[in-house]
């Protein structure tokens, strides 16, 4: 198997590379974790609040902002809070009323933690119709009218503070299912891609040293050159996609749903992100080249496929602009493995559309290679 | 290897233009030619990696084209530029070569120990390329082309950059090959490797090639004889009399107790010559016309440009 012979020489190249270590072992895990603490290491959960612009919903909003245990994110409208809670990037999400009239809508996920924040929201709520119901009394008493009524209230409301309560946590801390999940997945998507553009660097080394002309003069035919310069590329994809699952898995209790799914899942987008690997190495002249260019569409796509800011937070129509990246195909199909304990099933049109655009890409970055290397033969 | 009418352009530059000649097994053959000649591009077509615009390659009785992958296990491709990969150890890289020239795993070992100590590379084997000397990377780059025993070694200006023991070294190691039986193509534009190495010589300029034959034959060509200079211990001039007297040689002349003729075949008229002049001859120098000689002759142009 000269193919292997071809990758695995490719990869001993790569790892001989001190700085190999630093971005595919130690860059990624800091990632994960600078951003999981970022974003989602504060144990105070995420609920989304919708706020209509009144003067009952504003102060509600201000309330809740105020309430302890709770992260308040302020979010535009009532469906994409709903769709942010279901993918877990929320785990609550309070849509106020304008007005007393209308009832205030509280989703939750379900499960302790939902219930806990319930009772935060709960109490907020009751405090607040306490206030209200105390400014009508005064009112009616006093002949004031309702706004003055409810400044008299708030004046003393510091007198008589919510009675305290002592809460000690008993037994065994809960699992932690956190943002870390989905902090990992996204660096997962961004770095095997990252890595197996930039590793592309390898192959234009070996075509400009005249390394890959002399294969040529060997019994080898360009069909086993190309397959082996691409295994390269996808092993080093494959590598570092198991240095971040296993070792976000041990270090952050990071969960991936179903091993054999997900194993699919990151073989695909291997698959894929090597295939533009071959691509990059055989267009681009020159390694600086391929590094610029590695590096924005790495990023680039991965902003937009959203594997730095959730696609949840993403308008419907950015949504759809971000499937047409397969850093958004695969974040879909994690997000379902991660959080609702979906199998290969569930995933299958993820799949589907991640292992064709893998052959695709794969495909023409091959026979664009070997126009080049018969070129270079012609 | 035999190659036959081969043609090549590079767009409106003809490159090669018409080349044939033949090697035979065992033979050390040189392409001689100045920069810019078309070595490397017929060198390239006959090892495989260069398609012709037309003309036909045999390498031990297959057709050699660029997709002719079983044929080029006989050649072994030296390239002109280090095709090695700094960052990977001499062994690394010649493992790489062996296994890509088909060699199972025992023998690649056994080859590539085998290859490090014909060219003296043993010791260093286990450091990065990058790390050699230019020498020590020319050494190797030959040493990749050996591996797996071809019939035919193909080397493009092995001793360029070179320092003159590396060099040596080199021209040691080929002519060690070529006596063990391997067939050899050999381009340079140093004409004294080709007067050292080459059974035979093809001359190359713009694409054509334009003289072929022995290293003598050649220079006979161009009426040139081999210069002897005898240096003698007594009577020069009775004995520079008789030797003009002999047909070994003529034109002899004295400079103080030196003698110098010139002779049509000297290797052969050589122990005659000695026989006549008897045991006065203290030193026999044999000058043999050069090559450079031949191209100047031929194109009217230095072969160092
Ligand atoms: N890839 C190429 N594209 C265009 N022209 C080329 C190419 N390769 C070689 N040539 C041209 O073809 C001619 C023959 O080149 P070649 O490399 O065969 O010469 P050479 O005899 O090997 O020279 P040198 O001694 O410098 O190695 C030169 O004029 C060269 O400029
Ligand atoms: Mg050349």
Redesign the pocket.
């Known amino acids: 198997m000269k193919e292997l012979t071809i990758a695995a020489t490719s990869l001993r190249r790569t790892l001989r590379e001190r700085s190999s270590i630093f971005f595919l072992v130690l860059f990624p895990m800091l990632m994960i974790l600078v951003l999981g603490v970022a974003f989602g290491g504060s144990f105070s959960p995420r609920v989304g609040v919708v706020t209509p612009h009144t003067p009952l919903a504003e102060r509600l909003a201000d309330s809740l902002h105020a309430a302890p245990g709770i992260a308040v994110v302020a979010v535009a409208e009532g469906s994409t809070a709903i769709a942010s809670v279901e993918h877990g990037d929320l785990e609550a999400a309070v849509i106020l009323p304008a007005d007393l009239n209308t009832p205030l809508r509280y989703v939750v996920r379900p499960g302790i933690q939902g219930q806990q924040i319930s009772s935060i929201v709960t109490a907020v709520l009751d405090r607040e119709e306490a206030r209200l119901r105390a400014a009508a009394f005064v009112a009616a008493e006093n002949g004031l009218s309702l706004p003055e009524a409810q400044s008299r209230v708030d004046a003393i409301a510091p007198q008589f503070p919510p009675a305290p309560v002592d809460v000690t946590y008993a037994g065994p801390e809960p699992a932690r299912h956190g943002r870390f999940d989905a902090m990992a997945s996204s660096e997962l998507l961004l770095f095997m891609f990252l890595v197996a553009m930039t590793n592309s660097v390898a192959l234009i080394e070996s075509r400009r040293l005249g390394v890959m002309r002399r294969m040529l003069a060997t019994p080898t035919s360009t069909g086993t050159i190309i397959r082996g310069e691409g295994l390269a590329r996808l092993s080093v994809s494959l590598l570092q996609a198991v240095i971040i699952m296993v070792g976000s898995a041990l270090l952050f209790q990071v969960r991936w749903g179903d091993p054999v799914a997900a194993a699919l899942l990151v073989a695909a987008f291997a698959v894929v992100a090597s295939g533009f690997g071959l691509l990059l190495g055989t267009i681009a002249r020159t390694s600086e080249v391929a590094i610029g260019a590695g590096l924005l569409l790495s990023l680039g796509m991965a902003a937009l496929g959203g594997a730095m800011m959730p696609l949840d937070l993403f308008s419907s129509t950015m949504r759809k602009v971000a499937h047409l990246t397969p850093h958004a195909w695969a974040a879909d199909g994690f997000s379902e493995l991660a959080r609702h304990n979906a199998g290969i099933a569930d995933i299958a049109t993820e799949l589907a559309v991640l292992w064709t655009a893998g052959f695709a890409v794969f495909g023409v970055a091959a026979w664009l290679l070997r126009r080049r290397l018969a070129r270079q033969a012609a | 290897m035999s190659c036959h009418d081969l043609r090549r352009n590079?767009?409106k530059?003809v490159?090669?233009n018409g080349v044939s000649f033949d090697i035979r097994p065992a033979e050390t053959y040189g392409l001689l030619?100045?920069?810019?000649?078309?070595?490397?591009?017929?060198?390239?077509i006959i090892a495989g990696v260069l398609q012709a615009d037309a003309g036909q390659v045999t390498v031990a009785g297959r057709p050699i084209t660029p997709r002719a992958i079983g044929a080029k296990a006989a050649i072994g491709y030296v390239p002109?530029e280090l095709a090695l990969y700094p960052d990977l150890t001499g062994r690394e890289n010649l493992r790489f070569f062996a296994k890509l020239y088909g060699l199972r795993s025992s023998e690649t070992k056994r080859r590539v120990d085998e290859v490090l100590g014909i060219i003296g590379l043993s010791e260093r084997a286990g450091q990065l390329v990058s790390t050699y000397s230019g020498g020590m990377k020319r050494r190797l780059n030959i040493a990749a082309g050996l591996l797996h025993r071809p019939n035919l070694l193909i080397l493009?200006?092995p001793t360029v950059g070179v320092d003159p023991q590396s060099r040596n070294a080199i021209l040691g190691n080929i002519e060690t090959l070529a006596r063990e039986g391997m067939a050899v193509l050999y381009?340079t534009?140093y004409m004294e490797e080709a007067q050292r190495l080459c059974d035979r010589v093809g001359v190359?300029d713009e694409?054509k090639l334009i003289a072929e034959g022995t290293v003598r034959e050649l220079t006979a060509m161009v009426g040139e004889q081999d210069r002897v200079r005898l240096t003698v211990a007594a009577e020069p001039q009775e004995l520079a009399r008789r030797l003009n007297a002999s047909d070994l040689g003529h034109s002899a002349a004295v400079d103080g107790n030196e003698i110098t003729l010139l002779v049509k075949d000297a290797p052969t008229a050589l122990p005659a010559i000695l026989d006549l002049a008897g045991q006065t001859v203290r030193s026999v120098i044999v000058e043999e016309p050069d090559l450079e000689a031949v191209f100047l002759h031929l194109t009217g142009k230095s072969l160092r440009d």
């Open positions: 590079y767009g530059l490159a090669v030619g100045p920069n810019g000649a078309g070595k490397t591009t017929v060198i390239s002109q493009d200006e381009t534009h190359l694409g």
